[in-house]
Structure formats: structure tokens, C-alpha cells
């Protein structure tokens, strides 16, 4: 490949097929069980993997605010203090509804819950489960997400 074709792929093609990564705000949701944490984890809708609540910002609501509202609808945590750090991000790839996917890197804030409800908006499409942050690293998919959970 000659150097002037190599130019013009990095720097003409390849960001136009290259994605810029979308941004969502992300859940950590916890709580201390005697000497222990545990999180709390919640499967995806479509696929039934285990996830943390996670979502678009929302118009109105900084990112912490958006991370603890999407706790609420996905997850049931009505009270709770959230940290208004952010303790890391991940990287995923989401896959639209139109099934194009694109990448997303995750905010997420860590939120110590004090009450759940067991009727919440996604009640019915969603599982939770509390779990050791050990437990929930071998659990998620995403390393990034992984490598929170073990720090924590």
C-alpha cells in the first residue's frame, strides 16, 4: 500500500465509518450488608444479561440526577444518596433498535441505596439481583464494568 493511499484512509475514510462514542450515565447501585457491600445488579431487556441501570441524560437532570432516575425506573431504587463523582466509565457497544451498533461510553456514579419498591416502571421486563462486587465482576460482560466492581 502506497504511503499516500495509507494517508488517505487514516485520515479521510476512517473517520467517516469510525463512530463517535454516544455518552450514558450508569447506576453502581449498593448497600452494606454488616461488613460487606453488596450491588446491585439488573438483567437487560432484550438479551437477559446482568447490567447496572444505565440510560441517556435526560433534558433537565445533571448526570448523577439521570444515573439515579434511571435506577428508579430499571432497578426500583426509590431512595437512595447518590455520589455526585463519578467513579469510572466503560465502554460497550449498543445495539439500536434499528440493530445498528454503535459505541457508548458509561458514567457511572456509585449510589447507596436505602429503599427499593418492587413496582417500578421496568418491573416486569427486568430481574435484580444483590450480589458481592466479586460476584457481579464475573457476572457482567463488560471489562471496564468489571474492573469497577473489583475495586470496590
Same mark, same amino acid.
Given at each position: 500500500?502506497?504511503?499516500?493511499? !495509507?494517508?488517505?484512509?487514516?485520515?479521510?475514510?476512517?473517520?467517516?465509518i469510525?463512530?463517535?462514542? #454516544? #455518552?450514558?450515565?450508569?447506576?453502581?447501585?449498593?448497600?452494606?450488608?454488616?461488613?460487606?457491600?453488596?450491588v446491585?445488579?439488573?438483567t437487560s431487556?432484550?438479551?437477559?444479561r446482568?447490567?447496572?441501570?444505565?440510560?441517556?441524560?435526560?433534558?433537565?437532570?445533571?448526570?448523577?440526577?439521570?444515573a439515579?432516575?434511571?435506577?428508579?425506573?430499571e432497578?426500583?431504587? !426509590?431512595k437512595?444518596?447518590?455520589?455526585?463523582?463519578?467513579?469510572?466509565?466503560?465502554?460497550?457497544?449498543?445495539?439500536?433498535?434499528?440493530?445498528?451498533?454503535v459505541?457508548?461510553?458509561?458514567?457511572?456514579?456509585?449510589?447507596?441505596?436505602e429503599? #427499593?419498591?418492587?413496582?417500578?416502571? +421496568?418491573?416486569?421486563?427486568?430481574?435484580?439481583?444483590?450480589?458481592?462486587? +466479586?460476584?457481579?465482576?464475573?457476572?457482567?460482560? +463488560?471489562?471496564?464494568?468489571?474492573?469497577? #466492581?473489583?475495586?470496590?
Open positions: 500500500m502506497t504511503d499516500t493511499f !495509507k494517508n488517505a484512509l487514516n485520515s479521510v475514510v476512517s473517520p467517516l469510525r463512530r463517535p462514542r #454516544l #455518552l450514558q450515565v450508569a447506576a453502581l447501585c449498593y448497600r452494606e450488608d454488616g461488613p460487606k457491600k453488596k446491585l445488579l439488573i431487556r432484550n438479551t437477559q446482568w447490567i447496572v441501570p444505565k440510560g441517556w441524560h435526560i433534558d433537565g437532570l445533571d448526570a448523577p440526577g439521570a439515579l432516575q434511571e435506577a428508579w425506573e432497578a426500583g431504587v !426509590k437512595a444518596a447518590i455520589n455526585p463523582d463519578s467513579i469510572g466509565s466503560f465502554d460497550y457497544s449498543k445495539r439500536l433498535e434499528n440493530g445498528v451498533p459505541p457508548v461510553e458509561a458514567q457511572v456514579f456509585a449510589v447507596e441505596v429503599s #427499593l419498591k418492587d413496582d417500578f416502571p +421496568e418491573s416486569e421486563e427486568r430481574t435484580r439481583k444483590w450480589v458481592a462486587p +466479586e460476584e457481579a465482576a464475573e457476572m457482567v460482560e +463488560e471489562p471496564g464494568l468489571r474492573s469497577i #466492581l473489583r475495586q470496590m
